[in-house]
């Protein structure tokens, strides 16, 4: 079974989605493993089980096995994981499109899928989000409560798997997920994943953050993203932790979360950062003392931001870098950080940062990040059913960083992003931490202009703080 992962040693084995419920539930039938805090129910690890056996078995008799793909269309809720764990006990691949992109797209990009089947949650549209479509679909809503109309809900419908025969397990070189980026262009993307890839990068969020089953962690992020699926999916079904899920993140209600659940971790985004800092709520560590650390990805965060948020909460923040088609590349470590990086390399990603020649770049030097190796994607799938390959290769990512001496990764900006004036290449995010450092402004952003003289010139932009009374003139003479 290790042969599938080459080199890389597992502080965790690999086990399938079946051994793995199966081992938590003779653990601790009782305890809780799923909470959805908008609809204030949960299940434990035991009904997990019976639970995704039915789906897997129900599954079967509609005709999906190993390899099928299945589109997922659904809000962030308790039923859209069960459906998720279901399809993967049946050996299926699950495609959790993003319902907050545009129909068409969703539409388009599940009419490319070319699925056995549709899930869609009953409060969406589902002729909208599947147009175009030959597939069946499943309308589900919730698992706890009977709906008004059963013929219309899969959860109403569903009996016993009684003797129904499953596969015994998943193999890590199986297809786990298909989900679609944005990437640099209008048109999203579908990007393709095996097992092993999940489960190399669940192991790196273990590294990361040390989770344990003791953990009770909070996401409330789409599950559509391959930042929530490795951040916080793939370490509930390595650990057993208890696992609290959301729709969106609330300003008003954060708080209260882990305070009444006594949580010890929150995924976190630098939107959300600027938010609690705009607008700060009367909690410290003291009043939330569960609470051991916050991540902070998907997007730069500048330094300045981060100690602020630290020594406003008394909370430990880290900061993370990943990227759709290839999981974590970089991330602080709950035992080893620093402001202003995104951490020393992955734990089982293969990261070089290269010169403009493909050379691998000395200390302190910039160049461009790229990434390889059995964590990162197989591919993208194409409208015509092939798979565009990403693994197998070193793929530049785009972006610039710089490594120091003790391993820590700083992002400076992005390829496409740089500022050449005069022949000097300047990077905006530069520019923007220093924007962000000033007191008075709430936000910052720079970019290049065309110029006659120098090619590109420098123009930032900037919101300050409401009845702070900064002007132009108080910007350019601080920067």
Known sequence: MTSAFGHHELAVPFRSIAELLSAYRERDPNKLAIVDLDQGSSVS?????????????DLKRRGVGKGDRVVLLSDENLEKLLLWFGIWRIGAVVCPLNVELNAEHVASLSATVEPKLIF???????????????????????????NTDPKEDFFSQLTSSGLTSLPERNDPSDLSCMFCTSGTT??????????????????????????TEDDKTLEYRSFGWNSAQVLSLMPFLQTGLTLHIAKRFSHSRFFEWIKQHELTFSAGVPTVV??????????????IPS???????????SPEQWERFESTYGLTLLQLYGMSE?????????????????????????????DSEGNKCPPNVEGEVTVGG??????????????????GKRNKTGDLAVMDEDGFVRVTGRTKDLIIRGGMNISPLEIDEVLLAHDDLLEGASVGVPDPIYGEEVVAFSIPKPNSGVTEQTILDYC
């Open 45 to 57: 690890f035991g009904e997990m089980e019976r639970a995704v056996t039915d789906i897997a078995g």
């Open 120 to 146: 869609v949650h009953t409060d969406l549209d589902a002729n909208a989000l599947t147009l175009g479509s030959r597939a069946p679909i499943c309308r589900f809503g919730n698992y706890s409560k009977v």
């Open 186 to 211: 209008s048109k999203p993307k579908l990007v393709v994943y095996d097992h092993a890839a999940y489960w190399l990068s669940g192991l790196s969020t273990l590294d990361m953050l040390g989770l």
């Open 274 to 287: 600027n938010m609690l800092l705009n607008k700060p709520l009367g909690y410290t560590a003291k009043d």
């Open 291 to 301: 609470l051991r650390l916050m991540t902070c990805s998907t997007a730069p965060l």
């Open 326 to 354: 290839a999981g974590w590349i970089c991330g602080n470590r709950h035992y080893r950080k620093r402001m202003g990086t995104v951490g020393p390399p992955a734990k089982h990603q293969e990261f070089i940062i290269v």
């Open 374 to 391: 059995l964590q990162t994607a197989i591919g993208y799938l194409q409208a015509d059913g092939s798979i565009e390959p990403f693994r």
